[in-house]
């Protein structure tokens, strides 16, 4: 708390620290901080303080417990990364006052989500953002074998997400029986991709949106395409059906 009352003309501020699981409520004395980093802290509350942040354009977190009081003062936040979630619950209801600090036309959300039974895959399409699936910009899911079928991968509705530019759906790479390829199916992304990376998936074929066969056409979008460890596929999707 100290050193932060010595640097007040800051504009970045990122915190690399295990043993940090707390940001002092002096970070309000920081005016001028346009992007603050705490993804790699044990810090998961924030101080009420931080509201203070008028400037505040970035935010990185690990994880979060709940959002500070007046989180809505912070107006020029426009990019809010969030590496991952250890229960979709804990977020399933914000506070009213966090539509307010939303912009839809420069709000970017980025999240990583690690399913399991406290995370389910059905909760992205709602848990966070008040509903506001279309706000999210970059999607990382993992842990995808926990996924029973199509029908629940596509509640994850992906195809709905406007604003996706870029998705990353991984797969543990040891496991036995697998459906990857119905559950890949449901995955179905909006048009608008534009970066795709496919990790650990085991399926034999792709899907026809992948094949670009599919209409609307999904892909055609697409600048960056990521197939690691696909090992029991026996074609790539037809490059020259993309742009």
Aim: aromatic share 10%; with cysteine.
């Amino acid at each position: 708390g100290q050193t932060l009352a010595y640097t007040t003309s800051l504009r970045v501020l990122i915190v690399v620290n295990c043993f940090v699981d707390e940001l002092p409520d002096s970070v309000s004395d920081l005016k001028l901080v346009h992007y603050l980093d705490i993804s790699e802290t044990y810090i998961r509350k924030l101080p009420d303080s931080i509201s203070e942040l008028y400037n505040l354009q970035t935010l990185r977190l690990y994880d979060l417990i709940d959002l500070p009081k007046n989180y809505e003062n912070l107006v020029s936040l426009t990019d809010l990364y969030i590496e991952t979630f250890e229960d979709f619950n804990r977020l399933s209801a914000l506070p009213p006052q966090f539509q307010k600090v939303i912009n839809p036309s420069s709000f970017k959300a980025c999240f990583k989500a690690y399913l399991d039974s406290k995370c389910p895959i059905e909760k992205l399409g709602r848990f966070v953002l008040l509903e506001r699936p279309d706000l999210y910009y970059r999607l990382s899911i993992y842990r995808l074998e926990n996924v029973g079928s199509y029908e629940k991968a596509e509640e994850a509705k992906l195809s709905i997400m406007l604003k996706i530019e870029s998705l990353r759906l991984h797969w543990n790479a040891r496991r036995e029986n697998n459906n990857d390829e119905d559950v890949l199916d449901g995955l179905r992304p909006h048009e608008n991709i534009k970066n795709l990376a496919i990790e650990n998936y085991k399926g034999s074929a792709f899907p026809l949106w992948m094949e670009n066969t599919s209409q609307p056409l999904i892909l055609h979008h697409l600048v960056k395409m990521e197939l690691e460890d696909c090992s029991c596929c026996k074609q790539v999707p037809p490059q020259g059906h993309l742009p």
